[in-house]
């Protein structure tokens, strides 16, 4: 099989921070493979700007060295790589001040698809807005893409998006979420609508239960500070885990369609149920052999923010009524993964015996080696009766697909392509980033009020014991963390 690459249109990429750690390690070598595989052309141009003193070239070195590192297999491509790096510019901008925007406003056409990256602090979101407006150098097709996180609450949320609408419009917004990006995700929603076998026992009556873990081996180390006013619920679960579960659960749209899909996606968030106090796990990682405690990355003896947390949701709505979804995410835990496993109901009566506790599991692996499998019984080969056992029907997407024919493209290089084209069905509009936070809000300010001390668990586990309590005690049992 090959893989059918359709080239976007000429296009200038404004990526503002463009001397920072995301833009060198995900967004310029994504875009050196898409110019690579012919995707990206070659009258494009991809502009820095960032507060750093250099000029064109001096950016262009720093760019060299960021594909080398962080490029893989393809900066080996030397004469590939310089002919990206010509298409690179560069200007010092101060986005608080007036310094650098005329010289921006010189080097950006008119005549192009324009996109303006924010890959800075939500507090100056606002400030470039204004400027790229006062400028004149945003039209009224221009697009802007935000990273997150996109607040820290629902009173943050709001003034954030109340800033961008002074100066665009809903659709020129693209609000990135990384995991949405990926390709597993993406085929999550062609195994569920485009198959005839999945979406009929997609409900109340054949799922049992759905689990979506996203597991991490690495600590906090290094952004410890950050990450202790933020906690593994503003980090993750509002925005990675949620947008996983709305997929998992949403209504089929009447179309493919960016509003189509998000209308679906928001009917989800909107029907989840609060969380009970004794449906909450929360842990910090303690110390070992291999690395300090969380506490001491964070340098905060007396943190209570927590690098661990369970959850037990339920959506009331019709499709879901009594299924309940298990979200579990750390850091230091026993092996890199994120899955979604979506666990079907026993046969209400089997023949064969011993097969009362087999159960049908379609798992969703994110990372590593993105990929499905569906757990079925069959029997056991050789002779001897009747042996039932569980096996995978395993697809995983290098092999299913062909290592040498098909690749499998960056979640970034991918969203970044769909905002040239102006496609937002990936992008998370403004009023579901609204509802996300109008759930979880209530839930942190329990655990605050209640003044919940997290569980510690050992660093390279599956987490609290607590956690593991919470599927126990409704008969049920997490699937085991694999990298």
């Not at 925005?239 to 960016?258: D, K, R, T, V």
Request: charged share 25%; glycine share 8%.
């Amino acid at each position: 099989m090959v893989a059918r690459v359709i080239p976007v249109e000429d296009f200038d990429l404004i990526i503002f921070g463009g001397t920072g750690d995301l833009a060198r390690r995900k967004i310029l070598p994504g875009l050196f493979r898409r110019f690579l595989s012919s995707q990206m052309p070659s009258q494009s141009r991809i502009i820095g700007a960032a507060r750093s003193d250099i000029d064109s070239q001096g950016f262009r070195d720093m760019i060299r060295d960021a594909i080398k590192e962080f490029g893989g297999e393809e900066s080996k491509d030397s004469k590939g790589l310089e002919a990206f790096l010509a298409q690179l510019e560069y200007v010092p901008i101060d986005a608080k001040g007036e310094g650098g925007w005329a010289d921006l406003a010189k080097l950006v056409r008119s005549d192009v698809v324009q996109a303006f990256y924010f890959s800075v602090a939500p507090s100056l979101f606002g400030d470039l807005a204004e400027r790229l407006h006062r400028h004149e150098i945003a039209k009224s097709n221009s697009r802007i893409v935000v990273e997150k996180p996109f607040g820290r609450d629902l009173e943050s949320a709001r003034k954030l998006n109340a800033v961008l609408a002074l100066h665009f419009d809903e659709s020129q917004i693209y609000r990135i979420d990384h995991y949405l990006g990926k390709e597993t995700v993406q085929n999550l929603m062609a195994v569920r609508f485009g198959n005839v076998l999945f979406e009929p026992l997609w409900n109340n009556h054949y799922v049992d239960h759905i689990q979506i873990t996203v597991a991490e081996t690495v600590s906090v180390g290094g952004r410890g500070a950050y990450y202790d006013k933020s906690g593994a619920m503003r980090d993750m679960v509002q925005n990675h885990l949620m947008q996983l579960l709305c997929l998992i659960a949403m209504e089929p749209p009447s179309q493919f369609g960016a509003d189509e899909v998000r209308d679906e996606k928001l009917k989800v968030i909107r029907a989840l149920e609060p969380i009970e106090p004794h449906h909450l796990v929360r842990g910090q990682y303690d110390a070992n052999a291999d690395g300090p405690s969380y506490r001491e990355d964070a340098e905060n003896p007396r943190s209570f923010t927590e690098s661990f947390i369970a959850m037990k949701c339920h959506i009331s709505n019709w499709r879901w009524s009594g299924v309940p979804f298990y979200l579990r995410t750390g850091k230091r835990m026993k092996a890199r993964a994120s899955e979604i496993a979506v666990v079907f109901k026993p046969l209400g009566h089997s023949i064969f015996e011993g097969q009362d506790e087999q159960q049908n599991i379609l798992s969703i692996r994110l990372q590593p080696n993105e990929g499905m499998d569906l757990q079925v019984t069959i029997k056991e080969p050789g002779p001897g009766g009747m042996r039932l056992v569980n096996v995978p029907l395993d697809m995983t997407f290098a092999e299913a697909l062909g290592d040498t024919d098909v690749e499998v493209t960056d979640a970034y290089e991918r969203l970044i392509m769909d905002v040239i084209r102006g496609n937002q069905t990936l992008f998370m509009r403004g009023d579901e980033v609204e509802a996300a936070w109008s759930w979880t809000d209530p839930i942190i300010a329990g655990w605050e009020a209640r003044n919940d001390v997290p569980k510690t668990y050992d660093a390279g586990s599956s987490g609290p014991d607590d956690a593991l309590m919470l599927l126990h005690r409704d008969g049920r049992k997490w699937r085991d963390i694999k990298g």
